[in-house]
């Protein structure tokens, strides 16, 4: 099996029948969603997952779009003239300064065990070691990978590599937006309403500032903020003029049936008071109002603010487990 990353990587594994390449394209697309739908069964993913479902040939489109140079970043596996497997990188920088370069890899059920998995490792390892190099960011960059608890082969690959669980994702869903709870009496002097444009910058800072003694979490800049924002179903909770709580809901583009709960947020100072609860509610039933039928969110599961119990209290229930794998980068 030739290996070569289109950037110079020089590795050659031998497994015959099996070629590495660099993704080409427009062309790949169809290619990528079918390995994908090959692996849905086996690995017990979750079509409707908000955290990783099954995209479409646009979903990949668009995931490969915001890749920095797809072509070195991205490798596509052929066996036989056929597409069997890929793997992608991309890196960010977290609050605390780490480097966090994130490798994922998916590869057909019939064509696993025969080491083709491990080859695929060891292609984004070296990329990886290559960019960190280039980017001067040894001193904080670590390895990362991510698996579903259902994924068995892709655990033990990790697990025998090296790679330790640092947390994980629990991807709750509520079935049904019509039969939501009441939201109960909220504090005196405390209003609920929608995010209007003057308010973004103080919604965005309520949620950065809900993350700031979090670990493992990426940067999240104003800009950024603007770039995603869908306020349609935004709401904040003011205690006077002061935002105290913000709950950003929205409608998935490719599914206008399913809301999605993207951040739930209350300041230090005002929680306890049924604020969550409330913007929650608030949230869910413009979701509701606007098309939803259900609703999904995630939620790590160290989550030191009881959001767990929060959700399942106003109805959502546990789907998904979504695990974070790290390694330290070695020479």
């Known amino acids: 099996m030739g290996v070569n990353n289109g950037g110079g990587l020089a590795s050659l594994v031998r497994l ?35 955290v990783e479902g099954l995209p479409t040939a646009a979903k990949i489109a668009e995931s490969c779009a915001k890749l920095d140079d797809p072509s070195e970043n991205q490798v596509l596996v052929e066996h036989d003239g056929g597409v069997v497997g890929y793997s992608t990188i991309r890196w960010w920088q977290e609050r605390d300064g780490t480097w966090l370069y994130l490798h994922r890899g998916y590869l057909l059920p019939e064509h696993r065990g025969q080491g083709v998995g491990s080859a695929m490792l060891t ?19 670590v390895f990362g990978a991510n698996a579903m608890a259902s994924e068995r082969e892709a655990t033990a690959l990790l697990l025998d590599t090296g790679y330790r669980r640092v947390f994980s994702l629990v991807e709750l869903e ?15 002097g405390v209003r609920i309403g929608a995010v209007e444009p ?15 003694n ?23 909770a003011w205690d006077g003029e002061q935002m105290a709580g913000v709950a950003l809901c929205s409608i998935r583009r490719q599914d206008r049936t399913v809301g999605e709960v993207e951040e739930l947020s209350v300041r230090a100072e005002s929680r306890r008071l049924g604020l969550g609860r409330a913007l929650l509610l608030a949230g869910l039933r413009c979701l509701s109002e606007h098309g939803a039928v259900t609703a999904r969110l995630y939620t790590g599961t160290a989550n030191p603010h009881r959001s767990y119990d929060l959700y399942e209290g106003v109805g959502f229930r546990r789907k998904n487990e979504y695990v974070r794998y790290r390694k330290p980068i070695t020479d």
Not at 199 to 212: E, F, L, N
Request: charged share 20%; with cysteine.
């Open 174 to 188: 509520l079935a049904d937006l019509r039969r939501l709870p009441d939201r109960g009496q909220l504090p005196a």
């Open 214 to 236: 979090a670990a493992f979490t990426q940067k999240w800049t104003f800009d950024s903020f603007l770039a995603t924002a869908d306020p349609t179903c935004w709401r904040a």
């Open 16 to 50: 015959p029948g099996y070629v590495f390449r660099p993704y080409r394209g427009h062309a790949d697309h169809g290619a990528m969603v079918a390995v994908r739908l090959g692996c849905a069964e086996r690995d017990g993913i979750d079509p409707g997952s908000v």
């Open 123 to 141: 292609w984004a390892e070296s990329r990886i070691r290559q960019l960190v190099r280039q980017q001067g960011t040894a001193q904080t960059a």
């Open 198 to 212: 003057s308010s973004y910058r103080p919604a965005w800072k309520t949620v950065v500032d809900s993350y700031a």
